[in-house]
């Protein structure tokens, strides 16, 4: 898997996450959005260098001009809910891509530390051929993608796929990295060094649905 992690390189992408990793600041719902959002645009821009382009001849008010421009078919696909935000940040950029969704989520029995992931729900087009983003902000365990990438092997071979997250762990991007295709690209805005007890990443942010849309029950 080709790894992209900008944590290392400065640029404004460093305050975003920031903002969002802040326990003050994170308690503003609207801007933790905002800045999920701005995120995935950055990465979006970032992936956005490696798609195929063909020359296409643009009329203007005064005469044409030759311009390389995006020939890919992309499908955007983000995990609910706490990918909602983050795949606006890529539509913004990537606005003629198709889009799917897919519920997944964990379930601790009686609170306990381990866990399994639940796959309830799947709206995704032909992906065939196509270029598949996988939006996830919160890459932790690993283990959602990999329930992700077996439900979605029915809707076709794509040309390529690339994931996108916020923040993941090690542990979690090596595992990623031994379930998908070795030409996969992770775009990732920051890596962090562990996990604790329950699965999430530390230092992570917390939980991102819940400071996008409110706790759940």
């Not at 821009?45 to 005469?63: D, F, N, R």
Request: with cysteine; net charge negative; glycine share 8%.
């Amino acid at each position: 898997m080709h790894i992209h992690n900008f944590e290392n390189k400065n640029s404004i992408l460093n305050q975003f996450v920031a903002e969002l990793r802040n326990v003050s600041v994170q308690k503003d719902r609207m801007r933790f959005r905002n800045n999920v959002e701005r995120i995935g645009e950055v990465l979006g821009y970032e992936l956005s260098k490696t798609l195929s382009y063909a020359t296409q001849t643009i009329t203007t008010p005064l005469g044409t001009k030759d311009m390389a421009l995006p020939s890919d078919k992309l499908v955007i696909c983000s995990i609910l809910r706490a990918g909602l935000a983050f795949h606006h940040g890529f539509l913004n950029y990537f606005d003629a891509a198709e889009n799917g969704f897919i519920s997944a989520y964990r379930r601790h029995e009686n609170d306990a530390d381990e866990f399994e992931v639940l796959v309830n729900y799947f709206a995704a087009p032909n992906l065939e051929g196509k270029i598949l983003i996988l939006a996830d902000p919160m890459l932790a365990t690993g283990r959602t993608l990999e329930n992700v990438l077996k439900g979605l092997q029915k809707h076709g071979k794509p040309k390529q796929i690339h994931i996108v997250a916020v923040i993941g762990s090690e542990e979690g991007i090596a595992h990623t990295a031994t379930i998908f295709p070795e030409n996969t690209h992770l775009w990732i805005a920051a890596v962090d060094s562990s996990l604790n007890a329950k699965g999430y990443i530390v230092p992570g942010l917390g939980d991102a649905g819940d400071l996008s849309y409110g706790e759940k029950l």
